[in-house]
Every structure is written in C-alpha cells, then in structure tokens.
C-alpha cells in the first residue's frame, strides 16, 4: 500500500525555522516527483514546492529564497526546510507525488499524505 506520513510541524515565532519530513513508502518514486502543498482555513490548497529524486525543484514565488526541497534517496524521504517563517506561512502541509514530469497543480498529484500543521506566531 502507497503510504506518504509528513512529519515535523509545530508552533513557530515569525522568523524561525521549521524543517519539515514525508516519507514515502509502498511504491517505487524515483521517476516521480513529490511535492509540498499547503492549505490555510477558508483558503484553497496551494502549491508550494516540488522535488525530483534527481534533484530537480521548483518552488511557489511566496517560498522561493526561504524554503530549501530536498530528498535523502537512501531513506525515501523528502524535506521541507523553512526558513524566515512569516504568519502568512501558517497552514497544513501535505506531501503529494505524481507520475508528471513537472507540475504545480494538485489535481495531478495521486497520492497524498494527511498532512502536518505549522503555526507562525506573530
């Protein structure tokens, strides 16, 4: 069975860091690309960043300059690091993949984890 399990959310003051883990197990991923959304309340979900085990990223112009995608191929985990947090970043975070060579759009992502809080503190 296909499981992504995010972890390492929490509570942060407005500038701090967070780093954020999803390990991918059931499934083979190295031809896919795993990607980090978030969504607030009463807010859609957003694309935040996207990663290949190849090294490939891409990132959303709000993250881009204070979040770092990253994968650890050994451990089928891919990292979100967090840095420069601001209030705006508060949301939960899901990590998804999809079988595309490249995308933002979260109706192409197949399988998702149920996703980590983080809450900036103004």
């Known amino acids: 069975q296909v499981q992504l399990v995010e972890s390492g959310g929490g509570l942060v003051e407005a500038g701090g860091s967070l780093r954020l883990s999803c390990v991918v197990s059931?499934?083979?991923?190295?031809?896919?690309?795993l990607g980090w959304f978030r969504q607030a309340p009463g807010k859609e979900r957003e694309f935040v960043a996207a990663?290949?085990?190849?090294?490939?990223?891409l990132y959303a112009a709000s993250v881009k300059g204070r979040f770092t995608v990253s994968v650890d191929n050994g451990q089928d985990t891919v990292f979100l690091q967090m840095n420069k947090l601001k209030p705006e970043d508060t949301a939960l975070y899901y990590c998804?993949?999809?079988?595309?060579?490249?995308?933002?759009?979260?109706?192409?992502?197949?399988?998702w984890g149920k996703g980590t809080q983080v809450t900036v503190s103004s």
């Open positions: 990663v290949a085990w190849s090294g490939w990223n």
């Open positions: 998804a993949t999809t079988p595309n060579s490249s995308s933002q759009y979260d109706s192409d992502y197949d399988y």
């Open positions: 059931g499934r083979s991923f190295r031809s896919h690309i």
